[in-house]
Protein backbone atom coordinates (compact mmCIF):
# COMPACT_ATOMS: atom_id res chain seq x y z
CA UNK A 1 0.00 0.00 0.00
CA UNK A 2 1.32 3.63 -0.93
CA UNK A 3 1.65 5.67 2.23
CA UNK A 4 -0.05 9.20 1.39
CA UNK A 5 2.82 11.13 2.33
CA UNK A 6 2.43 15.24 3.30
CA UNK A 7 3.27 17.59 0.54
CA UNK A 8 3.42 21.20 0.24
CA UNK A 9 2.16 23.47 -1.99
CA UNK A 10 5.57 24.70 -3.83
CA UNK A 11 6.68 20.91 -3.66
CA UNK A 12 3.15 20.00 -6.14
CA UNK A 13 3.82 23.28 -7.93
CA UNK A 14 6.99 22.00 -8.62
CA UNK A 15 6.42 18.26 -9.64
CA UNK A 16 3.56 20.25 -11.65
CA UNK A 17 5.68 22.32 -13.74
CA UNK A 18 8.65 19.42 -13.60
CA UNK A 19 6.18 17.41 -15.56
CA UNK A 20 5.02 20.72 -17.95
CA UNK A 21 9.18 20.91 -18.98
CA UNK A 22 9.38 17.16 -20.09
CA UNK A 23 6.78 17.76 -22.24
CA UNK A 24 6.72 18.26 -26.30
CA UNK A 25 3.67 20.14 -28.05
CA UNK A 26 3.38 23.02 -25.62
CA UNK A 27 3.13 25.48 -28.87
CA UNK A 28 0.60 28.18 -27.75
CA UNK A 29 -1.26 29.38 -24.35
CA UNK A 30 -4.02 27.18 -24.97
CA UNK A 31 -2.06 23.98 -25.07
CA UNK A 32 0.19 25.30 -22.53
CA UNK A 33 -2.83 25.30 -20.21
CA UNK A 34 -4.53 22.53 -21.42
CA UNK A 35 -1.37 20.36 -20.55
CA UNK A 36 -0.91 22.50 -17.11
CA UNK A 37 -4.77 21.04 -16.18
CA UNK A 38 -3.82 17.29 -17.69
CA UNK A 39 -0.64 17.20 -15.28
CA UNK A 40 -2.52 18.65 -12.26
CA UNK A 41 -5.54 16.19 -12.40
CA UNK A 42 -2.61 13.00 -13.18
CA UNK A 43 -1.27 14.33 -9.61
CA UNK A 44 -4.85 14.45 -8.46
CA UNK A 45 -5.49 10.69 -9.84
CA UNK A 46 -2.44 9.38 -8.51
CA UNK A 47 -4.02 10.73 -4.99
CA UNK A 48 -6.98 9.38 -5.11
CA UNK A 49 -5.59 5.74 -6.53
CA UNK A 50 -3.87 6.09 -3.48
CA UNK A 51 -6.98 6.98 -1.23
CA UNK A 52 -9.07 4.49 -2.88
CA UNK A 53 -6.40 1.92 -1.78
CA UNK A 54 -6.51 3.04 2.04
CA UNK A 55 -10.22 3.01 1.68
CA UNK A 56 -10.42 -0.94 1.07
CA UNK A 57 -7.98 -1.46 3.21
CA UNK A 58 -9.99 -0.30 5.77
CA UNK A 59 -12.46 -3.08 5.56
CA UNK A 60 -12.25 -6.74 6.59
CA UNK A 61 -13.85 -7.59 3.48
CA UNK A 62 -11.34 -5.94 1.18
CA UNK A 63 -8.07 -5.26 3.52
CA UNK A 64 -5.16 -7.64 2.53
CA UNK A 65 -1.74 -8.42 3.88
CA UNK A 66 -0.28 -5.86 6.37
CA UNK A 67 -3.39 -3.93 6.87
CA UNK A 68 -5.76 -7.38 7.00
CA UNK A 69 -3.25 -7.99 10.01
CA UNK A 70 -3.78 -4.52 11.65
CA UNK A 71 -7.29 -5.13 11.57
CA UNK A 72 -6.67 -8.27 12.76
CA UNK A 73 -4.50 -7.23 15.75
CA UNK A 74 -7.54 -4.79 16.96
CA UNK A 75 -9.94 -7.61 17.56
CA UNK A 76 -7.21 -10.01 19.21
CA UNK A 77 -6.85 -12.35 15.77
CA UNK A 78 -3.14 -12.61 14.92
CA UNK A 79 -2.97 -14.74 11.75
CA UNK A 80 -1.27 -17.84 11.63
CA UNK A 81 1.81 -18.99 10.30
CA UNK A 82 1.67 -19.01 6.22
CA UNK A 83 -2.56 -18.10 6.45
CA UNK A 84 -3.37 -16.76 3.28
CA UNK A 85 -5.71 -13.84 3.37
CA UNK A 86 -9.15 -15.64 2.73
CA UNK A 87 -9.07 -17.89 5.63
CA UNK A 88 -7.64 -15.23 7.87
CA UNK A 89 -10.26 -13.33 7.04
CA UNK A 90 -13.29 -15.42 7.56
CA UNK A 91 -11.73 -16.10 11.34
CA UNK A 92 -11.06 -12.11 12.17
CA UNK A 93 -15.05 -12.03 10.54
CA UNK A 94 -15.74 -14.96 13.13
CA UNK A 95 -14.19 -13.08 16.24
CA UNK A 96 -16.16 -9.63 15.37
CA UNK A 97 -19.18 -11.48 16.00
CA UNK A 98 -18.34 -13.08 19.35
CA UNK A 99 -17.55 -9.89 20.35
CA UNK A 100 -20.32 -8.67 19.91
CA UNK A 101 -22.09 -11.52 21.58
CA UNK A 102 -20.33 -10.36 24.86
CA UNK A 103 -22.74 -7.54 25.82
CA UNK A 104 -25.32 -8.53 28.76
CA UNK A 105 -28.12 -7.78 25.70
CA UNK A 106 -26.60 -10.86 23.91
CA UNK A 107 -26.08 -12.30 27.00
CA UNK A 108 -29.89 -12.26 28.11
CA UNK A 109 -31.36 -12.94 24.51
CA UNK A 110 -29.10 -16.09 24.56
CA UNK A 111 -29.93 -17.33 28.01
CA UNK A 112 -34.11 -16.84 27.47
CA UNK A 113 -33.38 -18.70 24.14
CA UNK A 114 -33.21 -21.79 26.79
CA UNK A 115 -35.75 -24.18 26.70
CA UNK A 116 -37.23 -24.29 30.01
CA UNK A 117 -36.17 -20.52 31.12
CA UNK A 118 -39.39 -18.04 31.92
CA UNK A 119 -36.88 -15.31 33.16
CA UNK A 120 -33.47 -14.19 34.27
CA UNK A 121 -31.45 -11.27 35.79
CA UNK A 122 -28.04 -10.39 36.14
CA UNK A 123 -25.84 -9.40 38.64
CA UNK A 124 -22.27 -7.64 38.23
CA UNK A 125 -19.34 -8.37 39.69
CA UNK A 126 -20.40 -11.10 42.16
CA UNK A 127 -17.26 -12.55 42.44
CA UNK A 128 -14.90 -9.54 41.67
CA UNK A 129 -14.29 -7.54 38.76
CA UNK A 130 -14.75 -9.40 35.66
CA UNK A 131 -17.06 -11.41 36.60
CA UNK A 132 -20.83 -12.03 36.72
CA UNK A 133 -23.89 -14.51 38.34
CA UNK A 134 -26.69 -14.64 36.34
CA UNK A 135 -29.76 -15.93 38.25
CA UNK A 136 -32.61 -17.79 36.32
CA UNK A 137 -36.40 -18.45 36.62
CA UNK A 138 -37.28 -21.77 35.31
CA UNK A 139 -40.45 -22.42 34.02
CA UNK A 140 -40.45 -25.81 36.16
CA UNK A 141 -38.07 -25.79 39.22
CA UNK A 142 -38.15 -29.67 39.52
CA UNK A 143 -35.80 -29.78 36.64
CA UNK A 144 -33.25 -26.95 37.77
CA UNK A 145 -29.82 -28.80 37.10
CA UNK A 146 -30.07 -29.69 33.76
CA UNK A 147 -31.44 -26.25 33.10
CA UNK A 148 -28.34 -24.80 34.76
CA UNK A 149 -26.35 -27.02 32.83
CA UNK A 150 -27.61 -25.60 29.37
CA UNK A 151 -27.37 -22.05 30.12
CA UNK A 152 -23.85 -22.86 31.06
CA UNK A 153 -23.67 -24.52 27.83
CA UNK A 154 -24.82 -21.45 26.30
CA UNK A 155 -23.05 -18.99 28.05
CA UNK A 156 -19.56 -20.68 27.13
CA UNK A 157 -20.38 -19.48 23.59
CA UNK A 158 -21.21 -15.98 24.67
CA UNK A 159 -18.98 -15.06 27.11
CA UNK A 160 -16.03 -13.14 26.81
CA UNK A 161 -12.12 -13.73 27.40
CA UNK A 162 -11.24 -13.49 31.00
CA UNK A 163 -14.76 -13.01 32.17
CA UNK A 164 -15.95 -15.38 34.69
CA UNK A 165 -19.52 -16.04 35.21
CA UNK A 166 -21.29 -17.83 37.33
CA UNK A 167 -25.41 -19.58 36.87
CA UNK A 168 -27.81 -19.45 40.07
CA UNK A 169 -31.18 -19.98 40.86
CA UNK A 170 -32.60 -17.88 43.62
CA UNK A 171 -33.55 -18.65 46.73
CA UNK A 172 -37.25 -19.43 46.81
CA UNK A 173 -39.37 -18.26 49.26
CA UNK A 174 -42.62 -20.33 50.00
CA UNK A 175 -45.29 -18.74 50.55
CA UNK A 176 -48.86 -19.74 51.73
CA UNK A 177 -51.91 -17.89 52.27
CA UNK A 178 -55.53 -18.42 53.40
CA UNK A 179 -58.34 -16.29 52.43
CA UNK A 180 -62.24 -15.97 53.43
CA UNK A 181 -64.11 -14.67 51.43
CA UNK A 182 -67.34 -12.63 52.36
CA UNK A 183 -70.22 -12.76 49.92
CA UNK A 184 -73.31 -10.54 49.24
CA UNK A 185 -76.53 -12.48 50.22
CA UNK A 186 -77.92 -13.74 46.64
CA UNK A 187 -75.03 -15.49 46.02
CA UNK A 188 -75.74 -18.56 44.42
CA UNK A 189 -73.48 -21.63 46.20
CA UNK A 190 -72.54 -22.66 42.44
CA UNK A 191 -71.26 -19.09 41.70
CA UNK A 192 -69.21 -19.24 45.10
CA UNK A 193 -67.15 -22.19 43.41
CA UNK A 194 -66.21 -20.01 40.58
CA UNK A 195 -65.69 -17.41 42.39
CA UNK A 196 -63.37 -19.34 44.63
CA UNK A 197 -61.26 -21.28 42.25
CA UNK A 198 -60.39 -17.54 39.91
CA UNK A 199 -59.18 -15.95 43.06
CA UNK A 200 -57.38 -19.06 44.32
CA UNK A 201 -56.07 -18.87 40.69
CA UNK A 202 -55.26 -15.32 40.64
CA UNK A 203 -53.31 -15.28 44.17
CA UNK A 204 -50.77 -17.82 43.14
CA UNK A 205 -50.54 -16.19 39.85
CA UNK A 206 -49.50 -13.20 41.66
CA UNK A 207 -46.92 -14.18 43.66
CA UNK A 208 -45.50 -16.42 41.38
CA UNK A 209 -45.42 -13.65 38.80
CA UNK A 210 -42.97 -11.86 41.33
CA UNK A 211 -39.11 -11.51 40.40
CA UNK A 212 -36.12 -11.80 41.82
CA UNK A 213 -36.15 -9.13 44.61
CA UNK A 214 -39.85 -8.17 44.21
CA UNK A 215 -41.66 -7.62 47.33
CA UNK A 216 -45.16 -8.72 48.05
CA UNK A 217 -47.29 -5.81 47.72
CA UNK A 218 -50.33 -6.86 50.51
CA UNK A 219 -52.46 -4.49 48.70
CA UNK A 220 -52.06 -5.91 45.46
CA UNK A 221 -53.64 -9.10 46.95
CA UNK A 222 -56.22 -7.47 48.30
CA UNK A 223 -57.40 -6.01 45.39
CA UNK A 224 -56.86 -8.85 43.17
CA UNK A 225 -59.47 -10.59 44.82
CA UNK A 226 -61.79 -8.32 45.58
CA UNK A 227 -61.71 -7.65 41.43
CA UNK A 228 -62.51 -11.32 40.81
CA UNK A 229 -66.65 -10.62 40.91
CA UNK A 230 -69.35 -7.82 41.89
CA UNK A 231 -70.36 -10.94 44.29
CA UNK A 232 -67.51 -10.26 46.95
CA UNK A 233 -68.28 -7.61 49.96
CA UNK A 234 -65.54 -8.43 51.85
CA UNK A 235 -62.34 -10.69 52.72
CA UNK A 236 -60.00 -11.81 55.70
CA UNK A 237 -56.52 -12.96 55.20
CA UNK A 238 -56.80 -15.36 58.37
CA UNK A 239 -53.37 -17.90 57.60
CA UNK A 240 -50.32 -15.76 56.10
CA UNK A 241 -46.39 -17.66 56.16
CA UNK A 242 -43.40 -17.37 54.19
CA UNK A 243 -41.12 -20.29 54.95
CA UNK A 244 -43.24 -21.87 57.54
CA UNK A 245 -43.10 -18.98 59.73
CA UNK A 246 -46.34 -16.73 60.06
CA UNK A 247 -45.87 -12.72 58.93
CA UNK A 248 -47.99 -9.71 59.56
CA UNK A 249 -50.64 -8.41 57.31
CA UNK A 250 -47.71 -5.95 55.67
CA UNK A 251 -45.97 -6.09 52.66
CA UNK A 252 -42.69 -8.47 52.60
CA UNK A 253 -39.48 -7.57 50.90
CA UNK A 254 -36.73 -10.35 50.15
CA UNK A 255 -33.10 -9.88 48.99
CA UNK A 256 -32.22 -9.04 45.61
CA UNK A 257 -30.92 -13.08 45.05
CA UNK A 258 -34.35 -14.74 46.66
CA UNK A 259 -37.87 -14.94 44.84
CA UNK A 260 -41.84 -15.23 46.53
CA UNK A 261 -42.67 -18.83 45.19
CA UNK A 262 -45.98 -20.18 46.03
CA UNK A 263 -45.65 -23.07 48.43
CA UNK A 264 -45.19 -26.55 47.38
CA UNK A 265 -47.63 -27.71 50.07
CA UNK A 266 -51.31 -28.83 49.18
CA UNK A 267 -53.31 -26.11 49.42
CA UNK A 268 -51.04 -23.48 50.06
CA UNK A 269 -53.29 -20.98 48.29
CA UNK A 270 -56.94 -20.96 49.62
CA UNK A 271 -59.50 -18.41 48.74
CA UNK A 272 -63.04 -20.27 49.32
Known amino acids: MALLLRKSLQELVNASLERLHSIDGATSPGANLRLL???????????????????????????AGDCLD???SLVHCDRF????????????SQNVTALEDCNELAVRMAVLAVDGIADMQVRKYTHGTGSFSIFIIPDDFTNLDGIISNVNAVLDKHEAYGIRHNVE???????????????LRDTLESEKG?????????VADYINSKGIGESLIYNDIISRVMSISEYIYDMDVYHYTIQGDSVLHVNQDCEWFEKFIEAGTSNAIIAA
Not at 37 to 53: C, K
Not at 81 to 92: M, S
Not at 169 to 183: C, F, G, N, T
Open 37 to 63: IAIINDIQREFYETLQEAHLNAFISSA
Open 70 to 72: LIG
Open 81 to 92: IDELDDPYRERI
Open 169 to 183: APDLLEVSIHIRIIY
Open 194 to 202: IISEKATQA
